[in-house]
């Protein structure tokens, strides 16, 4: 997952006060919520599935992952 929008602030591994941090925990949650981009490729291009967001396709993720620790 990643989001090209982030301001200079929120990004910055050098700020980390409390407004900053909180605002981070924001951006994850909203991550979360935005649908899986996958690469097409035929065109090179991230389009948007309709099938699942990033939150579910980690928890698809978790239960395929952590039974086998």
Same mark, same amino acid.
């Given at each position: 997952m990643q989001d090209d929008t982030l301001s200079r602030e929120v990004c910055s591994v050098d700020i980390? #006060?409390? #407004?900053? =941090? $909180?605002? !981070?925990?924001? /951006?994850?949650? &909203? =991550? =979360?919520?935005?649908? /899986? !981009? &996958?690469v097409n490729l035929e065109s090179g291009l *991230? $389009?948007? *599935? /309709?099938k699942e967001t990033n939150e579910e396709a980690l928890a698809r993720y978790e239960a395929i992952v952590l039974p086998r620790l």
């Open positions: 980390a #006060t409390k #407004t900053n =941090l $909180e605002d !981070l925990v924001k /951006v994850g949650e &909203r =991550l =979360l919520k935005k649908p /899986v !981009l &996958r *991230s $389009e948007p *599935s /309709v």
